[in-house]
């Protein structure tokens, strides 16, 4: 073989890695693992792009290194394929989801093997199998016969909730439940009716039916999770989103708010992405204070921060959903309040917390008493109140808090100081003035002390009681959709039952079409003779995109088990995820979620572990490198960026692939499209350049990159050097191709140092010289260091310095080409592997050791010393550079120039600097 032919090489090896199913993995205790997961992609139509794999190549990188290293790497693949696109897809066509989602999966594995990825395919799982979907309807399940007890901090059977309710009701319970659940005893409870005990029980329930106002999307037909809407449209779609009541399934993951939070201290995360999840979770430590209605029974609780502002205190405003409005409402203001309400509750919770410039309300007509002063104070409704956190009620504090002081400025009430610096609250001097907590006290703690002992303070005075509060909601489950998981529930007398677990899979039903029924049912609505043993109706909704992901990650470590969704042993030697590469997007969705159920499914005694991904990185998106033309306006002609400015164009976005070095091939792009037949154009200089942009690669923008037209021009190994070398891997960057011939150069390079001038495989027997050991265990060193730092961009660097030096020393002999082909082999496996087999070895390059670098051949031998006596230099010498500082001054003070240049005086200081310089001072 002449020259360096990826393509045979590539086409030969893959083909071999397959055969002999070298990826395959099987538990073994005598070994360490190590598990290295990718999100897994949602198979789309359009394919993979040259973004998608950065994080594969990555992960596949650590994979092949651990494996050197003697673990035994579980790195598998598969596909979150249940989802909107396909459905979509469905409702336009008529075709089954199914069989679109089964071609992009095809086309997804025939791009995913062109790269020589070194998954284990064995473990593939399909989240839209029914093999895979009947343990999510499992797991289900088993949330829905799970409590969540606060005394234990953990879900536990519904049968021991059961036990407790027939021994003492309710009261003595401390359970994750529903606000609204009142209060019972345990003869109430046997005298209940069953459909009002399973009424009962949902409010206990970790899944559980309720009324909930959700974010309905009429474009899409479903309803969407609060992290699949942005700035009030679908993410997916940009349809709007409306707010509406409905029933729905929902996941007490508020439940495991405190754990969640918990837990990221364990985990190795980046510090940006748990902040996320921290904002997300978003507790918060504070108080409900009791406000008494002048002149009504009422009573009003706000759910305040800064309890220590009670003083301040000259209005109470409701969110304007507030159920007691009516009541509070007097006659005279009854229009006002009737209008302002109306206009309110149509505005979307996000514009209504963005928007902090307009200032609206209205008065009830109503006053509280502030139980500190015990003066009247007003009481108002606000839309910056929201009906959904805390209490839906807020005390104004317009001298402490900017929203409070806006609003009272607006409508004239009054602004009345917190005095600090006096505890004055037991006998206040001046009725209006004081704090409930002496400042000095509060100065000398941090806030959160501070917050606490203010807290303290007024649940001693009795204003209220102590309370966290939580940003994050349950998460809404069901999906009005057709390509989801069905939920394993049928309904009898409107009470929700589970199916017998035999009964699983339940199978996604034929319908006749893919959307919502005539009256408004989803489309599961449509199945006909579809009912649980021929009698009972069927849930409808079917599972959101995160139900299967939430888990996944357990499967691929026992993913044929027929018995269970994982085997004990498989969980307890897999146990988690050691290296997870996925984007940021998922932060406060999958990311959340599959923690929630890690947590849950270990508290159930199904898995050991109880955080999912012990290490967490995400890669940076690569951005498309767009190409514009300039379209001079009402005409079919085009004109040079350079001259654009002389006509009024209209710019508009082309295929990339028309275009080289910003030169437009002007006939390829009158045959792109139609009407572009015959287009003219003014060239600047005969040529006719294209303006770019750095965007999201997107087929919108027609700036997407095939890998697969990459790999065939250049080959896999160089994309996947590629990819690395062009920076770091968190970090977002553009696609451009400039530096890839460097790349492909390098692999010929390496390639021409085992091969002769008549390109004959010649490797040499010859032992190394020190030169060319150093060289090469510079380079074991540095890869092992960057791999370890997840720093690989580095690392492709180092190969390159490594092959050059190499080259300038000429060095083809066997041993350093032997360790160099196995430290390149995670980056570059296909000419590895090539060229590991050429030097004679009959195994993969894969089943082999990691070489350890030796420092001793590390050691720059030497360095020469300027010697410098009274500031002057007057000699140079070379001392070994591991030499210590007084052999160093020894040896120096021998010499025999030195010698002169003292003339008899003994130095009053000698200074020696390893490495640079030794200064003699006489
Ligand atoms: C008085 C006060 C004085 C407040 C002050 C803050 C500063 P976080 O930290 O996000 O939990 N609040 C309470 N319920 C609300 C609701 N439903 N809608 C809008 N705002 C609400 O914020 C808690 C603070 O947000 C509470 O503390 C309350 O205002 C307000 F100098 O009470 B504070």
């Not at 708010?257 to 992405?273: F, K, P």
């Not at 007509?365 to 606000?382: D, K, L, Q, R, T």
């Not at 400025?409 to 004081?434: A, C, Q, R, S, Y």
């Not at 007398?493 to 899979?505: A, G, N, S, T, Y």
Request: hydrophobic share 35%; aromatic share 12%; charged share 25%.
């Amino acid at each position: 073989m002449a020259d360096y032919n990826f393509r045979e090489i590539e086409n030969k090896w893959q083909q071999h890695w397959r055969d002999n199913n070298i990826y395959q993995v099987s538990a073994d205790p005598t070994r360490p693992k190590y598990y290295v997961l990718d999100m897994f992609p949602y198979p789309s139509g359009a394919g993979l792009h040259v973004g998608h794999p950065l994080g594969y190549i990555a992960s596949d990188i650590v994979s092949r290194y651990k494996r050197l290293k003697g673990f035994n790497v579980l790195h598998p693949m598969g596909f979150d394929s249940f989802g909107l696109p396909a459905e979509q897809y469905a409702i336009q066509t008529g075709q089954h989801p199914a069989i679109t989602t089964a071609q992009n999966i095809e086309r997804y594995k025939e791009q995913l093997g062109n790269l020589g990825f070194s998954f284990d395919w064995s473990r593939e799982v399909q989240t839209s199998s029914p093999d895979f979907y009947r343990w999510t309807q499992w797991i289900f399940m088993q949330l829905f016969q799970s409590w969540f007890n606060q005394k234990t901090n953990q879900a536990e059977p519904i049968e021991s909730l059961i036990t407790q309710f027939e021994q003492n009701g309710n009261t003595s319970v401390n359970a994750a439940c529903d606000e609204d659940t009142l209060a019972f005893t345990a003869e109430e409870w046997s005298n209940s009716s069953e459909a009002e005990q399973q009424k009962m029980l949902l409010n206990y329930r970790l899944t559980y039916l309720a009324d909930t106002v959700v974010n309905w999307c009429p474009g899409l037909g479903t309803v969407l999770a609060n992290d699949e809407v942005k700035d009030g449209y679908s993410e997916r779609g940009g349809y709007p989103v409306e707010r509406k009541k409905m029933k729905q399934w929902m996941m007490r993951i508020t439940a495991y708010a405190d754990r969640l939070l918990d837990g990221l201290e364990t985990i190795e995360w980046t510090d940006s992405l748990k902040e996320m999840q921290r904002n997300w979770i978003g507790r918060s430590t504070g108080c409900e204070l009791d406000f008494k209605v002048q002149s009504a029974g009422i009573t009003l609780t706000a759910f305040t921060t800064r309890p220590d502002t009670i003083f301040g205190v000259t209005y109470i405003t409701l969110a304007p959903e507030h159920e007691l409005i009516g009541e509070l409402t007097t006659p005279e203001q009854q229009e006002e309040v009737a209008i302002y309400v109306e206009k309110a509750v149509n505005r979307s919770e996000r514009d209504r917390m963005a928007d902090v410039k307009t200032v609206s309300g209205a008065f009830t007509g109503s006053y509280a008493i502030n139980p500190i002063s015990n003066e009247p104070v007003p009481i108002w409704i606000a839309d910056y109140v929201l009906a959904g956190y805390g209490t839906g009620v807020v005390m104004g504090v317009p001298s402490s808090d900017d929203r409070d002081f806006r609003f009272a400025k607006h409508f004239d009430l009054p602004i009345i100081h917190v005095i600090e610096g006096t505890e004055n609250l037991e006998n206040p001097t001046e009725k209006k003035h004081g704090t409930i907590i002496n400042s000095d006290f509060l100065n000398g703690m941090d806030s959160h002390d501070a917050i606490q002992a203010a807290i303290d303070k007024a649940v001693q005075l009795k204003l209220g009681e102590a309370k966290v509060n939580y940003r994050m909601r349950d998460a809404v489950f069901s999906r009005q959709r057709y390509w989801g998981e069905p939920v394993p529930v049928y309904f009898k007398d409107d009470i929700p039952h589970l199916l017998d677990e035999e009964d699983l899979p339940l199978e996604l039903p034929a319908v006749d079409e893919y959307k919502p029924t005539e009256d408004g049912e989803p489309p599961l609505g449509r199945a006909s003779d579809w009912q649980y043993k021929n009698q009972y109706g069927y849930e409808l909704t079917t599972m959101p995109g995160w139900a299967g992901s939430s888990w996944y990650h357990f499967r691929y470590m026992d993913a044929h088990n027929e018995e269970e969704f994982v085997s004990k042993e498989a969980q307890a030697y897999w146990g988690n995820v050691d290296l997870y590469i996925g984007g940021t997007e998922h932060a406060t969705g999958h990311l959340l979620y599959s923690r929630f159920w890690t947590k849950f499914l270990h508290d159930r005694g199904y898995v050991t572990v109880d955080e999912p991904y012990q290490k967490l990185i995400n890669q940076g998106m690569i951005q498309g490198q767009s190409s514009i033309v300039y379209r001079v306006k009402g005409k079919n002609e085009f004109v040079s960026l350079g001259l654009k400015d002389q006509y009024e164009v209209m710019p508009m976005h082309i295929d990339v692939s028309l275009v080289s070095n910003n030169v437009l091939d002007t006939q390829a792009f009158q045959q792109w499209r139609d009407d572009l037949n015959g287009a003219q154009f003014i060239l600047e200089e005969g040529k006719y350049l294209c303006g770019s942009e750095v965007e999201k690669m997107s087929k919108r923008l027609f700036n997407v990159v095939n890998p697969d037209d990459v790999v065939e021009q250049y080959g896999a190994d160089t994309l996947r050097l590629y990819e690395m070398f062009l920076g770091p891997l968190e970090q977002s960057k553009p696609w451009n191709t400039n530096g890839i011939d460097g790349v492909f150069k390098f692999l010929r390079k390496l390639w021409r140092l085992f091969h002769d001038g008549s390109g004959n495989f010649s490797v040499s027997e010859a032992e190394p010289t020190s030169e060319e050991l150093k060289v090469l265990h510079r380079a074991i060193k540095k890869t092992q260091e960057d791999i370890e730092n997840y720093s690989f961009n580095t690392t492709v660097s180092s190969f390159m310095i490594c092959v050059n030096e190499l080259t300038s020393l000429k060095c083809n002999k066997r041993s350093v080409l032997t360790d160099l082909v196995v430290i390149l082999s995670p980056f570059a496996p296909h000419i590895a592997e090539e060229l590991w087999h050429l030097l004679g070895n009959v195994d993969s390059v894969t089943q082999t050791n990691f070489p350890n670098y030796n420092e001793e051949y590390l050691i720059e031998n030497v360095h020469e010393y300027p010697i410098s006596i009274n500031g002057k230099v007057r000699t140079k010498l070379n001392f070994a550079l591991d030499m210590s500082k007084e052999n160093i001054e020894q040896a120096v003070l021998q010499d025999e120039t030195v010698h002169r240049w003292l003339d008899g005086k003994s130095p009053k200081r000698v200074i020696v600097v390893p490495k640079r310089i030794v200064n003699i001072v006489i």
